[in-house]
């Protein structure tokens, strides 16, 4: 944990930098620019993003719910249908069902389903582990700073049993890969095996990382002689957009009405049991407040009361929390889908070398960590017909998924103009065109001249596509925590600028159709975001455990501990007293596996800001 000297160091580090940051506004345009986006909303994500290529063809679900009546109560209302809204409703509603009780879920999309960063992010499952394994251990202590980095890794495993547990594992290509980092630059390159060795010593590992020099790296893996050397271990690779909409689509059928379960033992009471789901995309929430012990969410096609209201937009979480502001920015990266080369056939590499699907890269070529490339390959297409995998969606091609030209094309000047920025209709012209030929700086064999060159700052249309060798450009929004760690649980009054709602009056009821579900936590609203450009191997389990806190399952908010291990203030997450932990269930402790650090309190929401992702640059 952070000492009492520490902390007052990074005081004065943050002021320092907040002073240099306010001269700098007076002879730089673009710093007076980033500041002002920063201090402001990010607004509702745009009615007209570029196309992802993981969002062809567009699901059945694509546009659910855009049209008819809105509910006018639920029990828990969602804003957003990305990985994180969808672990959340999948959590609540299986537990619910599975428990014999009764909840109505709702889920609130501003555009198409899954059309937000889930949609658009490279497809990989690979978290970052050793290269900042020492800056955890110094911030965090060893047993927090282990915990984080097991709470990465099980994001692997806990994807795969999702994806088989749904009938996902054909259609979202949710596979193990060969995960490696390349290294084309000396100095760095001698700092990530030191930096392995360090956690290798202290991470218990299934196999030891597999390190290659120079040219065992160019041989094994086809990469140019620029290389330095590479890194590789185990990790894994999937279809996101396929992934989360194939869960929705499970989700309306088995809740889109009146479900009693057949298996469980009938309730208490002669009520029946309610469980239901809804999704309305192309319906953005405009505003929230409270009123009678109740929220109200208010949208274009009218207004919904709810008890409970889960913020999971990421990018654009401070536009509804303003004092997300300055904690959670977004960013605009930028995606590329690219041929396989032609001299890769169907059944090259079988080895698991490059041009496999069973391969990944994050590629650094300089000499920082916040200058990388990452690469995932999707799957090969079929041999025969009948060999052809279960799914509903065309083949895949093997195309190559390429991301990353964030500080590559011309450095940090691209830095300042896409942080803030959360307009996905467009993207960065430097960065497009950087990544339309960045494959030949690391493999031999893609000519430069033949990729394209990505001219504007705009919507990619037929004339460009056709005429280049990459098949799709589009961009998304990124949600960077200030401090590096994502932000899960309960929204505190000061950060919402909601006062939370007073216990409703004690009332009569007048019958209702159906029963509202009074078992959950007290109302409130819950926040899961932040995870800065690394969402596969956060959001799912955030997005989990912040169901588990809904559901008044959070042992942690029910004991008194010290703020700076990460708990809740008095009041805040406290559960009802006839819940807590199921002992079937080990995933509801959730002080076992989820880390402390990731909750929001008062106290660290008032101890960061913009000068923590500053210093996280100099």
């Given at each position: 944990?952070?000492?009492?000297?520490?902390?007052?160091?990074?005081?004065?580090?943050?002021?320092?930098?907040?002073?240099?940051?306010?001269?700098?506004?007076?002879?730089?345009?673009?710093?007076w620019?980033?500041?002002?986006?920063?201090?402001?909303?990010?607004g509702?994500?745009?009615?007209?993003?570029?196309?992802?290529?993981?969002?062809?063809?567009?699901?059945?679900?694509?546009?659910?719910?855009?049209?008819?009546?809105?509910?006018?109560?639920?029990?828990?209302?969602?804003?957003?249908?990305?990985?994180?809204?969808?672990?959340?409703?999948?959590?609540?509603?299986?537990?619910?069902?599975?428990?014999g009780?009764?909840t109505?879920?709702?889920?609130?999309?501003?555009?198409?389903?899954?059309?937000?960063?889930t949609g658009?992010?490279?497809?990989?499952i690979t978290?970052?582990?050793?290269a900042?394994?020492?800056?955890?251990?110094?911030?965090?202590?060893?047993?927090l700073?282990?915990?984080?980095?097991?709470?990465?890794?099980?994001?692997?495993?806990t994807?795969?049993?999702?994806?088989?547990?749904?009938?996902?594992l054909?259609?979202?290509?949710?596979?193990?890969?060969d995960?490696?980092d390349?290294?084309?630059?000396?100095?760095?390159?001698?700092?990530?095996?030191?930096?392995l060795?360090?956690?290798e010593?202290?991470?218990?590992?299934?196999?030891?990382?597999?390190?290659?020099?120079g040219?065992?790296?160019?041989?094994?893996?086809?990469?140019?002689?620029?290389?330095?050397?590479?890194?590789g271990?185990k990790?894994?690779?999937?279809?996101?957009?396929?992934?989360?909409t194939?869960?929705?689509?499970?989700?309306?059928?088995?809740?889109?009405?009146l479900?009693?379960s057949?298996?469980?033992?009938?309730?208490?009471?002669?009520?029946?049991?309610?469980?239901r789901?809804?999704?309305?995309?192309?319906?953005?929430?405009?505003?929230i407040?409270?009123h009678?012990?109740l929220?109200?969410?208010?949208?274009?096609?009218g207004r919904?009361?709810?008890?409970?209201?889960?913020?999971?937009?990421n990018?654009?979480?401070?536009h509804?929390?303003?004092?997300?502001?300055?904690?959670?920015?977004?960013?605009?990266?930028?995606?590329t889908?690219?041929?396989?080369?032609?001299?890769?056939?169907?059944?090259?590499?079988?080895?698991?070398?490059?041009?496999?699907?069973?391969?990944?890269?994050?590629?650094?070529?300089?000499?920082?960590w916040?200058?990388?490339?990452?690469l995932?390959?999707?799957a090969?297409?079929p041999?025969?017909?009948?060999?052809?995998?279960?799914?509903?969606?065309?083949?895949?091609?093997?195309?190559?998924m390429?991301?990353?030209g964030f500080?590559?094309?011309?450095g940090?000047?691209?830095?300042?103009?896409?942080?803030?920025?959360?307009?996905?209709?467009?993207?960065?012209?430097?960065?497009?065109?950087?990544?339309?030929?960045?494959?030949?700086?690391?493999?031999?064999?893609?000519?430069a001249?033949?990729?394209?060159?990505?001219?504007?700052?705009?919507v990619?249309?037929?004339?460009q596509?056709?005429?280049?060798a990459?098949?799709?450009?589009?961009?998304g929004?990124?949600?960077?925590?200030?401090?590096?760690?994502?932000?899960?649980?309960?929204?505190?009054?000061?950060?919402?600028?909601?006062?939370?709602p007073p216990?409703p009056?004690?009332?009569?009821?007048?019958?209702?159709?159906?029963?509202?579900?009074?078992?959950?936590?007290?109302?409130?609203?819950?926040?899961?975001?932040?995870?800065?450009?690394?969402?596969?191997?956060?959001?799912w389990?955030?997005?989990?455990?912040?169901?588990?806190?809904?559901?008044?399952?959070d042992?942690?908010a029910?004991s008194?501990?010290?703020?700076?291990?990460?708990?809740?203030p008095?009041g805040?997450?406290?559960?009802?007293?006839d819940?807590?932990?199921?002992?079937?269930?080990?995933d509801?402790?959730l002080?076992?596996?989820?880390?402390?650090?990731?909750?929001?309190?008062?106290?660290?929401?008032?101890?960061?800001?913009?000068?923590?992702?500053?210093?996280?640059?100099?």
């Amino acid at each position: 944990m952070t000492s009492p000297t520490e902390a007052l160091l990074r005081r004065l580090r943050n002021a320092l930098i907040s002073t240099f940051l306010r001269l700098l506004t007076l002879f730089s345009s673009r710093i007076w620019s980033l500041l002002r986006r920063l201090r402001s909303s990010p607004g509702l994500p745009v009615p007209n993003p570029t196309e992802s290529y993981w969002q062809t063809p567009r699901a059945p679900i694509a546009s659910h719910g855009e049209q008819g009546e809105l509910s006018e109560y639920a029990d828990v209302v969602i804003i957003g249908s990305g990985i994180t809204g969808t672990a959340v409703a999948r959590t609540l509603l299986d537990w619910e069902r599975d428990h014999g009780r009764s909840t109505r879920v709702l889920m609130l999309e501003a555009r198409e389903a899954c059309s937000g960063a889930t949609g658009r992010n490279g497809g990989h499952i690979t978290p970052i582990l050793y290269a900042q394994y020492p800056s955890l251990l110094r911030s965090y202590g060893s047993a927090l700073a282990k915990q984080i980095i097991r709470f990465r890794l099980s994001h692997l495993p806990t994807l795969l049993s999702v994806a088989s547990a749904e009938g996902l594992l054909a259609s979202s290509q949710a596979r193990q890969v060969d995960a490696w980092d390349v290294f084309l630059n000396e100095q760095l390159w001698r700092d990530a095996t030191q930096m392995l060795a360090v956690y290798e010593r202290e991470i218990d590992q299934d196999e030891p990382w597999k390190i290659l020099h120079g040219l065992d790296a160019t041989t094994h893996l086809g990469l140019t002689d620029t290389t330095k050397g590479c890194l590789g271990t185990k990790a894994g690779a999937i279809h996101p957009y396929r992934f989360v909409t194939g869960i929705l689509q499970r989700l309306l059928r088995e809740y889109s009405s009146l479900c009693v379960s057949l298996f469980l033992p009938p309730p208490p009471t002669n009520t029946l049991l309610f469980c239901r789901f809804t999704l309305h995309t192309h319906t953005p929430c405009t505003s929230i407040s409270t009123h009678q012990g109740l929220y109200t969410v208010s949208t274009p096609r009218g207004r919904i009361t709810t008890r409970h209201v889960v913020h999971a937009t990421n990018g654009w979480v401070s536009h509804l929390l303003p004092g997300m502001r300055g904690r959670i920015v977004p960013a605009r990266g930028i995606m590329t889908a690219q041929p396989r080369p032609p001299e890769a056939s169907a059944d090259a590499n079988t080895d698991g070398t490059t041009w496999n699907p069973h391969c990944a890269f994050v590629f650094f070529p300089g000499d920082t960590w916040n200058e990388d490339d990452y690469l995932t390959q999707q799957a090969l297409p079929p041999q025969s017909s009948s060999s052809s995998p279960s799914s509903s969606y065309p083949p895949p091609q093997g195309e190559l998924m390429l991301g990353g030209g964030f500080s590559s094309a011309h450095g940090y000047t691209n830095v300042l103009e896409e942080i803030g920025n959360a307009n996905d209709a467009g993207w960065n012209a430097d960065t497009g065109a950087y990544l339309s030929t960045a494959l030949g700086r690391y493999f031999p064999g893609f000519d430069a001249q033949t990729q394209a060159e990505t001219k504007e700052d705009t919507v990619p249309n037929e004339k460009q596509a056709s005429a280049s060798a990459v098949k799709s450009l589009w961009s998304g929004i990124l949600g960077i925590s200030v401090d590096g760690q994502p932000w899960v649980g309960r929204v505190p009054p000061q950060v919402s600028g909601r006062p939370s709602p007073p216990p409703p009056p004690i009332l009569t009821p007048a019958p209702e159709p159906e029963p509202r579900a009074s078992h959950l936590a007290p109302p409130g609203e819950w926040l899961s975001a932040g995870y800065s450009g690394e969402g596969m191997v956060h959001a799912w389990l955030s997005g989990k455990a912040l169901a588990y806190m809904v559901l008044g399952l959070d042992v942690a908010a029910l004991s008194s501990s010290s703020p700076s291990a990460g708990s809740e203030p008095a009041g805040m997450g406290v559960a009802h007293t006839d819940t807590g932990t199921d002992p079937s269930d080990p995933d509801t402790d959730l002080a076992k596996w989820f880390p402390s650090i990731y909750r929001i309190t008062p106290s660290r929401w008032a101890s960061t800001g913009i000068e923590d992702l500053v210093a996280a640059f100099i």
